[in-house]
């Protein structure tokens, strides 16, 4: 299967496409930003440092087929706005459980609300959220790419962006107070936008104005700095 399919995209494969992988590959690693911390704030449930490390690892090869699966599929979803519904009511439930419990549980930074209990759970979150995060962006490339090889390479590239990412922020979330509330804030948009496009597409806020607020998030995120204190 695979040598059919290196058969059938090798004829696609052109010169003039090499700027645009390599745009695509700056693209995804600069867009992954916003779910790498999302994914560093479920991946922290965990009590164990090597735990988490665990958990980011399979959660990301999960997240990693579950794309692939995806791109392969994605004109087929597009028919159906099921799928983005139950993205977005994910996401919406994942944002609503972790301020709900943030609201009632006494934490800080060094104590995150915890999303799940056990390893696999938090695996299957971090795959999941990964999920609803691509649904938007994967099935609207691959319903205007010509060559489906390139939006792979852009799935590849988002993943590994993700896990240097998202290994940054774990440690990011132990010094900034606001950063795991940003990341569930975060979370909210995009459910809140993938909800509103089940509906209208008119109604949806366009890119600039998405990725601006999000901006402003992550500038709130990182504005408060944990205390440390130093010994003499």
């Known amino acids: 299967m695979f040598e059919q399919f290196l058969e059938t995209n090798a004829s696609s494969f052109r ?35 090597k735990q988490e490390e665990w958990a980011l690892r399979y959660g990301l090869i999960g997240a990693f087929v ?17 799928f983005e519904l139950a993205g977005s ?10 301020f709900l419990q943030k609201s009632q549980d006494e934490h800080d930074a060094k104590h995150p609300v915890k999303m799940a209990d056990k390893l696999w759970q938090v695996v299957a979150l971090v795959s999941l959220t990964d999920l ?7 099935t609207a490339a691959v319903a205007v790419a010509q060559e489906t090889w390139l939006v792979l390479i852009g799935g590849v590239a988002g993943i590994i962006a993700l896990r240097f990412l998202a290994g940054l922020f774990i440690k990011w ?48 995120g990182f504005s408060n700095r944990e205390a440390v204190n130093e010994e003499v």
């Not at 579950?66 to 099921?82: D, E, M």
């Not at 009511?89 to 972790?98: D, N, P, R, T, V």
């Not at 993938?194 to 709130?220: N, Y």
């Open 89 to 98: 009511l994910y996401l919406l439930w994942l944002s609503g459980k972790f």
């Open 66 to 82: 579950l794309r692939v699966v995806l791109i392969f599929t994605a004109t087929w979803v597009i028919k159906y706005w099921q």
């Open 15 to 49: 010169v003039e496409v090499i700027p645009i992988l390599g745009v695509l590959i700056l693209l995804e690693a600069i867009l992954s930003a916003d779910n790498a911390i999302a994914l560093a704030a479920i991946v922290r449930s965990l009590p164990d440092p």
């Open 173 to 220: 979330l132990a010094i900034y107070t606001h950063l795991e509330s940003a990341g569930y804030l975060i979370v909210l948009l995009v459910g809140l936008r993938l909800f509103i496009k089940v509906f209208s597409d008119s109604l949806v806020p366009p890119e600039w104005l998405m990725l601006s607020c999000i901006g402003l998030v992550f500038l709130w």
């Open 132 to 138: 609803a995060f691509s649904l938007d962006s994967v």
